[in-house]
């Protein structure tokens, strides 16, 4: 109770007198009618208020009220910063005076003020973490757990913070009265009703986040100070940076930010936090933090190519692409699919690539098998040893010692409904279109065994998102990006390098084209060593900047 009202004065605190008249100079007054709209859901770059008579009420969904703003509060939430679509709508009560803060003042503010930069940006997560929690917002997703489908949307609807209500055809009788009212059948399931007025049936991914505004406007001449493509740790942290040092900066992310580090259910050796944090909610705070500097986002935009002209240009989609004078490249990994015959079937129906709270209720009570032997999979099992009856460790090699960290390995080793099972691995998977059911695998002396499981988690090992880059860029017979001194003097002939000096740290066989995190050749595969590499990345493109116009 007492987290509770911490987290709702976090959340709605009032300004003070002498807070308001430093921000007044930045605001214009505006005087408001009882029940005028001040803004309605989906309407973007809408101004904070600052309430100095009268009140705002703030509605979710379908009209419920989520908070009531009086004399000394102020609107808004992380939608400000972004630009984006808001989630809520906003009503005037009684006669209301409000001072109107457009956005970019109130990034200007932020800047400038600590003070007021602390209390709204704490305000804003707050906020925008009440609405995840209580649902509602414009999105009703009408799904169902049998369908892999389902799982992918609530995933990216989450990571991306954006609240919907979910209409569980399985559990609730009455959703098959919505589906008939809009003339769709259980086969168009999952189903997307996107701010009240587009229908969405079985959506990709980029249908949602273009309804959803998510996917950014490209303005094809713009030629920018850096493209960051990734939004890990390691591109968060250089879009933080290159933002935070004044360069224009846009980051294309083709699922949702915080890569796989964002799918862990708790990071427990990251510096500064010594009770660890879900990697949720560190990506959150990273994207809040970018976009409190101005850099801009794209998500669900995938990077088909990079056309190694000067300035760069990423090809996006057909006739889409932007342009910068240089690129970062933190693309990151994707987890290897082991060899397991209709693997694909059951994929978001039973076989799941992270662990967070939302696997977490599909298997709850259940048995589970964790395959991998990195510290992702030691993270998804301890995690979900708190939820599920018993959770086996499966691993090709004798041990863990090799490729997990010390204090995971002991936590697995305590934890009474763990097994490891070394050298060993699935052969193969039996179930329905609903769903897993059984699950068979090889020990290290050959023996097979088959078991009821309908919860797998792959965490295996992983392979770089590098293919968009095809020949433009030196690359290891792995495939992961060739930096600074790894590149010899023959790939750098090869490659046509025009300057005397060698390749900056980080930089690639292409001047200005940096690689950071999981996805160069060499790096050590942390999070807080992305995070680190893209913070020194930016300095150089710095340099490469400077170079440009010398």
Known sequence: MAEQIDDERDAFPPLTAAQIERLRPFTTPRDLRDGEIVWEAGDRNRPM???????IEIRSGDDHVVTVHTPGAFTGDVDLLSGRPVVVRAIARGATRALELPPARLRDVIQIDAELSEIFLRAFLKRRAILMAQGGG???????????????LQEFLTRNRQPYTYLDVDVDAAVQDTLDRLGVTVDDIPVLICRGTQVLKDPSIEQVAECLGLDGRMNELLVRDVVVIGAGPAGLSAAVYAASEGLDVLVIESRSPGGQAGSSSRIENYLGF???????????NAFTQAEKFGAEFAVARTALRLDCGRPYRVELGPG?????????IASGVRYRKPDIPDLSRFEGVGVYYGA???EGNLCKGDDVIVVGGGNSAGQAAVFLSGLCRQVTVMVRKPGLQESMSRYLIRRIEETPNITLRTKTQIVAMEGKPTGLERVTWRDGDGTTTTSD?????????ADPNTAWLQSCIRMDDKGYVKTGSDLDTAALTEAAWPFSRPPFLFETSRPGVFAIGDVRAGS????AAAVGEGSVCIQL??????????
């Open 138 to 152: 414009n999105i009703v997703l009408i799904g169902s757990r049998h369908c892999s489908g389902t799982l992918a």
């Open 453 to 461: 499981i309908r919860h797998v988690f792959l965490m295996t090992g």
């Open 49 to 55: 208020y600052i309430v100095e008579r009268g009140e």
């Open 356 to 358: 967070t709270q939302m």
């Open 524 to 527: 050590v595969k942390r999070v």
């Open 541 to 550: 493109v710095h340099k490469v900047l400077a170079e440009s116009l010398a």
């Open 320 to 328: 889409i692409g932007v342009q910068a004078r240089a690129i970062v």
């Open 274 to 284: 010594p009770v660890g944090i879900p990697g949720a909610e560190l990506a959150g």
